[in-house]
Each structure stands twice: as C-alpha cells, then as structure tokens.
C-alpha cells in the first residue's frame, strides 16, 4: 500500500493567485513527519516545510503553509501568492516513525504556474 | 557556505559495467542518504549512514548495490555490473542529525545503455 498519496498529477494556477496541493499518508506510528521538497526543471530539491506529528500547529514558512489535519492523516501544502518561480515538481514525504530515518515520497506532482 | 556536492554529475555506460557514484555533504553534517529516482517518479530510498553506527541498507535493489561513508564524510556508491533498469539519478542527502530536515545534491544522472 501507498504510504504517501499525491493524486493530483498536474496543477495549473494564475500567478499571484493561492494552491493547495494535497498529500495524504498512512502510518501507524504515533511519531512522525511530514515533508514538503520543490524540484524545479533543475533537478534539485529543495526543503519547503516541515510538520511533526505532535507539533501543535500548523507549520509555516513565508508564502509556505501546511494545513495538517491529521485525523484525515493528510498534509497539504498551500502556496499564497503564486510566482512563475513557483513551477515545479511538489513532492510529499514522511519518517513514519522514530525508528527510521529514510523519507518515503510520493510520486509528486507538478504545478505550472501562468502570468 | 557549501551544500551537498555529487560527481560526475552525468555518467553514461554499458551494461556489465561498474559505476562509482560520489557525495561530498554539507560539513558537519553527521547523516548521510542516497534516494533513487526514475524518470516521472517519486524519490526511492536506497541507504542511510549516521555517525558511526551500522548503515540502514533496507532500501538496496539488490546485492550489485553498496555504499561506504569514509571518514563520517564523503560517501560513494557503486553498483557493480550495471543493468538498464539501472538507469535513474541518483541523489545525496545529508542532515544535521536524526529527525531534521534534509539537504539534496544536484544528483548523477546514470545512463546504462
């Protein structure tokens, strides 16, 4: 079974506007967190956000902003104010548990952003 | 100051072939991991080093895959007599330490033809 779950394979959104791109996972560890990396045409990836799963808020990070409701086990990223820098491959990952170190990703999903 | 660096940063080869892969990370960064990545799909986790302790190998493909950290530093991954399906970047991560976040290379691109 997928641990992580990223069903949208491509998003389109006006520059300046907000996304939500969505990840649900699965784990039964009590202990976990929850990743969101950018690969732009590069091929980098790059660190976004992090979400532990005993952290009592919502994690931000400038126009960068988890929406963690973790009875639904889902992590979705919110971009504000979309910019053409912005297009790129999204992709979700979890340590599922204190014992593991390894992420395991999702199959990511692309975002185009227009002018 | 320098993230993770990987060379070579392309590497075509024939099949039976073997490759070495190299990853310099962050200084004083005490973990290291190599992911895998095909074409269109999600990272797959390969190896993990931390400090001195054994290496967590659960993610190898296969025993033509292995990985040693000299030093708690530079990392190297070779697989030995390169199949097609081998074919994929490979990418290095290194982290302060358990439970931070993780720092990519720009990856190998490895072309087995």
């Known amino acids: 079974a997928q641990k992580i779950t990223q069903t949208q394979p491509g998003m389109f959104v006006q520059e300046k506007e907000a996304v939500t791109l969505d990840c649900t996972y699965d784990t039964s560890d009590p202990s976990y967190g929850l990743f969101w990396y950018k690969q732009p045409s590069s091929g980098e990836m790059i660190f976004l956000i992090y979400?532990?799963?005993?952290?009592?808020q919502n994690a931000t990070e400038g126009r960068y902003s988890l929406n963690f409701q973790k009875a639904r086990k889902s992590a979705n990223l919110v971009i504000s104010a979309s910019q053409l820098g912005d297009s790129a491959m999204y992709f979700c990952a979890m340590r599922e548990n204190t014992r593991s170190e390894k992420l395991v990703f999702g199959k990511g999903m692309k975002l185009t952003v227009n002018p | 100051g320098a993230g993770v660096s990987q060379s070579p940063s392309n590497k075509v080869t024939e099949k039976g072939k073997d490759v070495e892969l190299r990853c310099d990370p962050i200084s004083g960064h005490t973990a290291l991991y190599w992911y895998r990545q095909s074409l269109g799909q999600g990272l797959e986790f390969l190896i993990y080093?931390?400090?001195?302790?054994?290496?967590?190998k659960s993610g190898l493909p296969s025993d033509r895959f292995s990985a040693e950290r000299t030093g708690g530093s530079v990392s190297t991954l070779t697989i030995q007599r390169t199949q097609q399906e081998d074919s994929a970047v490979y990418l290095c991560?290194?982290?302060?330490?358990?439970?931070?976040?993780?720092?990519f290379g720009p990856g190998t691109r490895l072309t087995v033809l």
């Open positions: 979400q532990g799963s005993y952290d009592q």
């Open positions: 991560a290194s982290s302060l330490g358990t439970r931070n976040e993780q720092f």
């Open positions: 080093f931390q400090g001195n302790s054994a290496p967590d």
